[in-house]
C-alpha cells in the first residue's frame, strides 16, 4: 500500500500481515522486441515503500553522524547489508533459549511446539510468538483468526509488539470490528514503549486525523523517534520535513540530506532516487556526479521505474558516467514498458535510426 499524507508528502501507513491493504502489482518486464506504448503522459513522483511490520528481521540503527553519500560499492551489481539477527525481545521477555534458536534458525515447527504450551499456561512472549507464526503461516497452515486471538491476548498482557500489529488489524477492520479510538490507544502505548514502527505508523495515524500545524508537531516527534531508531521509512520522512520546513522544522537541506542517505543505505528505493537527484544538483551539500549516477543505478536495478528513466538521462547526458545513448535508451525502455513516458526521452528515442533502435531494444532485454 503506497499513499501519501495531504501535508508531509511522507510515507505509507504500514499494513499488517493480516490487513486487506492492496499490493501494488510490479509490471511485467519479461523481454520482448517491441518499446511498448506508455500508458501515463508523465513521469510519476517516487512514492515510498511499505515495511513489512512482521519481520523477524530489523535493520540497525544509524550509527554515523555525519554519513557519507558514497556510491554502492558496484554500482552496476549493488550488494546488500548482511542480514542483522532476529531481535530476542520483539516479542517481549525474552523467550527461553530452545524456543527463541529455534524460530530464530527458521525451525517453525520445532518453534510453535515449544511456545504453544507455553502461550496456553499465559506467557506473553510466547503469545506473540504463536501469532506470527499463525498471521505467517510459518511452518503450520495460515490461520488468521487464531493469529488475531494470540495478538489480543499478548496485546492485554502488554507485550508491544502485539499491541502494535492488534492496533493495526482494528485499524483495518477486516478480521474484527473497526474500532479506531481502541487502534489509537494500542498504537500510542507500543510507541511510547519504543516500537519505532508503531512511532511511525502513529505519526501518520496523527497528519491524518489532526491534519494542520498542531497535528504535524505532534506527528513530527514521533518520526523523529523511529527514525532515529533506525526505521528507513522515517528517516525518509524526517528528510521530506527537514527539506520542505514542515512541523514546526525549520528547513534545512544538509540535514534533510543527511538523513536520505541513511534511509538509501537501507535499500529504501525512494530515498535513493531523491539522494541521488540531490547529488547530481548539488543540493544540501557538494555536487557528486558519479555518486548520484550510482545510487541512481542502484535503484533501477532494483525495479524503481523513476529512477530507470532518470537514469537513462543520466546515460544520454553523460552525467557521472560516460555518454552511452543505446544504454541510455534501454533504460527507457524498460520505464516505458512499466507505463511511464517522458517527452525530452521520447525525442532522444525517436532521433536514433532503426539499427540504433535495435540495439537498444536488445540491451533492454536483458537488462535485470
Do not use: C
Not at 554502492?72 to 549493488?78: G, L
Not at 529504501?268 to 540531490?278: I, M, S
Amino acid at each position: 500500500m503506497r499513499r501519501t499524507t495531504p501535508a508531509l508528502l511522507l510515507a505509507a501507513l504500514i499494513a499488517s500481515p493480516l490487513s486487506a491493504a492492496a499490493q501494488e502489482p510490479k509490471p511485467s518486464q519479461e523481454p520482448t522486441d517491441a518499446i511498448a506504448a506508455p500508458a501515463k503522459p508523465d513521469e510519476p513522483a517516487p512514492a515510498a515503500n511499505a515495511v513489512a511490520p512482521v519481520t523477524p528481521v530489523t535493520p540497525p540503527a544509524p550509527t554515523e553522524s555525519s554519513p557519507q553519500a558514497s556510491p554502492p560499492p558496484s554500482p552496476a551489481a549493488p550488494t546488500e547489508a548482511a542480514r542483522p539477527g532476529i531481535d530476542p525481545n520483539r516479542f517481549g521477555e525474552r523467550l527461553p533459549d530452545n524456543v527463541f534458536g529455534a524460530f530464530q534458525r527458521g525451525e517453525y515447527i520445532t518453534a510453535f511446539n515449544l511456545a504453544l504450551p507455553r502461550a496456553q499456561a499465559g506467557d506473553p512472549a510466547a503469545m506473540t510468538l504463536v501469532a506470527e507464526i499463525f498471521a505467517r503461516g510459518l511452518g503450520v497452515p495460515k490461520d488468521e483468526k487464531k493469529a488475531v486471538e494470540w495478538y489480543e491476548k499478548a496485546a492485554h498482557a502488554g507485550v508491544s509488539e502485539a499491541k502494535f500489529q492488534y492496533a493495526l488489524i482494528l485499524l483495518d477492520g477486516r478480521l474484527v470490528k473497526r474500532d479506531v479510538p481502541r487502534a489509537r490507544e494500542l498504537m500510542q502505548a507500543a510507541a511510547d514503549e519504543g516500537n519505532r514502527l508503531a512511532q511511525f505508523n502513529l505519526a501518520q495515524i496523527i497528519i491524518d486525523r489532526e491534519p494542520g500545524p498542531a497535528g504535524q508537531l505532534k506527528a513530527v516527534e514521533y518520526y523523529m523517534k523511529a527514525a532515529e531508531a533506525g526505521l528507513a521509512d522515517a528517516q525518509y520522512a524526517v528528510a521530506q520535513i527537514y527539506a520542505n520546513g514542515a512541523g514546526g522544522i525549520t528547513q534545512d537541506l544538509p540535514e534533510a540530506r543527511k538523513w536520505l542517505i541513511l534511509a538509501a543505505r537501507q535499500g529504501f528505493d525512494t530515498a535513493q532516487v531523491d539522494l541521488a537527484t540531490w547529488l547530481v544538483e548539488g543540493k544540501g551539500g557538494a555536487r557528486d556526479m558519479k555518486a548520484g549516477f550510482g545510487w541512481m543505478h542502484r535503484a533501477a536495478q532494483g525495479g524503481n521505474v523513476a529512477a530507470q528513466n532518470r537514469l537513462a538521462k543520466l546515460y544520454v547526458e553523460g552525467l557521472g558516467v560516460e555518454p552511452d545513448i543505446i544504454e541510455g535508451t534501454a533504460w527507457y525502455i524498460r520505464a516505458r514498458r512499466a507505463g511511464l513516458s517522458d517527452y525530452y526521452m521520447d525525442d532522444v528515442m525517436n532521433g536514433l535510426t532503426d539499427e540504433e533502435q535495435k540495439k537498444a531494444i536488445e540491451r533492454a532485454n536483458r537488462l535485470r
